[in-house]
T-cell receptor
């Protein structure tokens, strides 16, 4: 089955700096890669996703890149703000199966 | 509009007891998923419904776990003979039939004492 590894496990940045979180996946059949933000005591919130037919997607301060050959994808947050502090999870699946396999999470702390 | 709702938000039960956890998906979403999240880890897939039927139950850990969705909307996750290792946050998500995006509820925190 699919295996997703996520790094780093914790990340501390100064407000205004950029943050990058990286994930690798094992199943070359995977074609859908969402990113979730989870705040304490809440469920995961979908913030951006990418499909295997594109290499990059942006939404305001958030961007995701995908390298199918290397089987890795990354989340980029620019101009970080204290409210970006949360745990971020990457995930992967292929459309036929629908079950998401999640990474182990990155705790991002943005220092004001 | 209203998101995915889950009840109860917290459930404490004794080892060996039976529990039911409820999920109410986003209106119009035909696909429904259950995941389990242990402390400090990512969610792990349990089961996926498309309509009333379980399309994929490969993530259920053993036969003490069972889920139903009799009318294609609300789903109930049932755990028999609970064990302390079942303690976790149980998350429900839903999606439109032909879309990949899954939207999660707030979860039910289950504690087995």
């Amino acid at each position: 089955g699919e295996n997703v590894e996520q790094h780093p496990s914790t990340l501390s940045v100064q407000e205004g700096d950029s943050a990058v979180i990286k994930c690798t996946y094992s199943d070359s059949a995977s074609n859908y890669f969402p990113w979730y933000k989870q705040e304490l005591g809440k469920g995961p919130q979908l913030i951006i996703d990418i499909r295997s037919n594109v290499g990059e997607k942006k939404d305001q301060r958030i961007a995701v890149t995908l390298n199918k050959t290397a089987k890795h994808f990354s989340l980029h947050i620019t101009e970080t703000q204290p409210e970006d502090s949360a745990v971020y999870f990457c995930a992967a699946c292929y459309t036929g199966r629908r079950a998401l396999t999640f990474g182990s999470g990155t705790r991002l702390q943005v220092q004001p | 509009g209203a998101g995915v709702s889950q009840t109860p938000s917290n459930k404490v039960t004794e080892k060996g007891k039976y529990v039911e956890l409820r999920c109410d998906p986003i209106s119009g979403h035909t696909a429904l998923y259950w995941y389990r999240q242990s402390l400090g880890q990512g969610p792990e897939f349990l089961i996926y419904f498309q309509g009333t039927g379980a399309a994929d139950d490969s993530g259920l850990p053993n036969d003490r776990f069972f889920a139903v969705r009799p009318e294609g909307s609300v789903s109930t996750l049932k755990i028999q003979r609970t064990e302390r290792g079942d303690s976790a946050v149980y998350l429900c998500a839903s999606s439109l039939k032909v879309r990949d995006e899954q939207y999660f509820g707030p979860g039910t925190r289950l504690t087995v004492t």
